[in-house]
Structures are given as structure tokens and as C-alpha cells.
Nanobody, 114 residues
Framework: QLQLVESGGGLVQPGGSLTLSCAAS????????MNWYRQAPGKQRELVAA???????NYADSAKGRFTISRDNAKKTMYLQMNSLKAEDTAVYYC????????WGQGTLVTVSS
């Protein structure tokens, strides 16, 4: 029943880069606003980046200048390019789609450690 599937997480050293992907199915992807959230142990889930159906983007202050959100409607996929990663970026990253109702992916773990 999963309609959003994240991939690309893993272990990366501080200062390194990762690109996360979110593949959508079963929804008209192009008309959905899309978001990346993350949740670290013991912390609340927070919005990292957002991209509307029209392509407008917004970022959390912690991500601004380091992360880039994008989408490819032909591939029904959203991406999060993460550069200059810090230990504080360690979290489970979740893909979310919103059009009135909200759909969540299962999450992918990003661990930033030396």
C-alpha cells in the first residue's frame, strides 16, 4: 500500500554529500506539493524542505544553502541533494506528499559520522 518510497540514505562522513530520492506511485504526482521531513532520536519531526506543484521551494534554516529539493514529474520522483553534511543532520528522512490529505513514505536513515 506504500505510495511513496524513499531511497539513498546511508552512512556519510561530515562534510560529505548524499542525494535522497522519493518515488511516487498511485497518485497524480505532478499536482501534489511535496516535502522532506526528518526526525532524529528523541526529537520531533521537522520540515526540512518543500517544493510545490508549481516548483516553488522553501527550506528550514538548518538546510538553507546546503540542501536542494527538486522534482522530476516525468519520473514521478522527488530528490533532496544534501551537501556539507553535519552530524546534526543524522535522522530518518521522510518523504511526504500533500493535496489536502497527506501521504508519508517509510523513511530512510541518514547517518553522518566519521
Amino acid at each position: 500500500q506504500l505510495q511513496l518510497v524513499e531511497s539513498g540514505g546511508g552512512l556519510v562522513q561530515p562534510g560529505g554529500s548524499l542525494t535522497l530520492s522519493c518515488a511516487a506511485s498511485g497518485i497524480p504526482f505532478s499536482i501534489y506539493d511535496m516535502n522532506w521531513y526528518r526526525q532524529a532520536p528523541g526529537k520531533q519531526r521537522e520540515l526540512v524542505a518543500a517544493i510545490t506543484s508549481g516548483g516553488r521551494t522553501n527550506y528550514a534554516d538548518s538546510a538553507k544553502g546546503r540542501f536542494t529539493i527538486s522534482r522530476d514529474n516525468a519520473k514521478k520522483t522527488m530528490y533532496l541533494q544534501m551537501n556539507s553534511l553535519k552530524a546534526e543532520d543524522t535522522a530518518v528522512y521522510y518523504c511526504s506528499a500533500a493535496l489536502g490529505r497527506r501521504i508519508w513514505g517509510q523513511g530512510t536513515l541518514v547517518t553522518v559520522s566519521s
